[in-house]
């Protein structure tokens, strides 16, 4: 069973952009989240999403979104990057419904904002 | 605000040592309490969970103990080989879904 794919893997982008990263979850798993790493800050939760609605949403600004489509990929978008969203962004995908158990997450996409 | 303080934030420990990892919570609505270990370049995958209604598990080489009454919770790595250097996070998550980390410790288990 192949795990959570996220694309790319690594990009580069300017102060002002806008970057949209793109998660595919296990298969038969209908909820998606994301979360963001740095060193200061460690892992903080973004949003999650549920059968394309969105279940919760962390203490991000406005320019941090999101969706899931209808098959469970999901995309977030940042936009009007700024230099401290330099991060590595992960996705995690459970079954879903109304489980609290195991998030399994991809490599992540490792964003740099020049 | 942290809602999981994890401490501390890096350990050495001698290949068959013992490593121990603290967290302490604050939200008593917190219902799971996953530890995740994360290897460098690659994402957190769970190790081990707990639920609130027993106060420890073992899985392998690896406990959690878990103190309701003391809102704390931690790891205890039996037996350390090289291969468990990674960095390890407690979290804990309720109702609502999502996880609250703790900031992290780095384990280097020296051969």
């Known amino acids: 069973k192949a795990g959570v794919t996220q694309t790319p893997r690594y990009l580069i982008k300017t102060r002002g952009q806008q970057v949209t990263l793109s998660c595919s979850p296990i298969?038969?798993?209908?909820?998606v989240s994301w979360y963001q790493q740095t060193p200061g800050q460690g892992l903080q939760f973004l949003f999650e999403?549920?059968?394309?609605?969105?279940?919760n949403k962390g203490n991000f600004p406005g320019r941090f979104s999101g969706r899931q489509f209808s098959n469970s990929r999901s995309e977030m978008n940042v936009s009007t990057l700024e230099l401290g969203d330099s991060a590595l962004y992960l996705c995690?995908?459970?079954?879903?419904?109304?489980?609290?158990?195991?998030?399994?997450f991809g490599e992540g996409s490792r964003l740099t904002v020049l | 605000q942290q809602q999981v303080k994890q401490s501390p934030q890096s350990l050495i420990v001698q290949k068959g040592g013992i490593s121990i990892i603290n967290c302490a919570y604050e939200?008593?609505?917190?219902?799971?309490f996953p530890w995740y270990q994360q290897f460098p370049g690659k994402g957190p995958a769970l190790l081990i969970a707990?639920?609130?209604?027993?106060s420890e598990k073992k899985e392998g080489r690896f406990t959690i103990s878990f103190n309701k009454s003391a809102k704390q919770f931690s790891l205890h790595i039996m037996d350390s080989q090289p291969g468990d250097s990674a960095t390890y996070f407690c979290?804990?998550?309720?109702?609502?879904?999502?996880?609250?980390f703790g900031a992290g410790t780095t384990v280097t288990v020296r051969a």
């Open positions: 995690a995908s459970r079954p879903g419904g109304g489980d609290t158990g195991e998030l399994f």
């Open positions: 298969s038969g798993h209908r909820s």
């Open positions: 999403y549920f059968s394309e609605t969105q279940r």
């Open positions: 939200n008593t609505a917190f219902d799971y």
């Open positions: 707990i639920r609130p209604d027993v």
């Open positions: 979290a804990a998550s309720m109702y609502d879904y999502k996880l609250s």
